[in-house]
């Protein structure tokens, strides 16, 4: 559910809102990764992202969406668009960006198994409800399932 709150966040900003960080993150990468990241910097600077070319084929992202949190994502969140990006070949851009958006949701969302705060999953919920078409992450998985009260009658030997 977090995914798909994060990648809808995302798919619809047309100039999202961003956190500047206080100091730089320096990322660095493949020289072609980088060199996409940097072709696409206007695409990304309308999602939140503030990236520089610090050279040696290492990028300086200065703001981050607000949508994403955590600082230690950042590396692999590009990395990971680059390759969708790359990836796409015959794709159209904005399919290819679409695949990427995917990527970058799945990585800053909160992971199966790892603790979350209250406060965290409260805000999911939240969005769950007040947006009724959330229904499957972006890979397809339903995120919530509808059972009768018959079924949980059966869990309950009822």
Known sequence: AH???LYEQLRKSTTAESQALLVPVIVPLAEEDAQLILQNREYLYSLGF???DFGDNSLAVRSLPTALRNENDIAPLLEQFAA???AGGALPFEERCDRALFTMACKAALKAGVHSEAH???WIIN???EDGSIKYCPHGRPVAKVFT???ADKWFDR
């Open 3 to 5: 995914e798909r709150i």
């Open 50 to 52: 503030d990236i520089d």
């Open 84 to 86: 969708s990006l790359s």
């Open 120 to 122: 965290d999953n409260i």
């Open 127 to 129: 969005r769950l409800f």
């Open 149 to 151: 009260k018959r079924e």
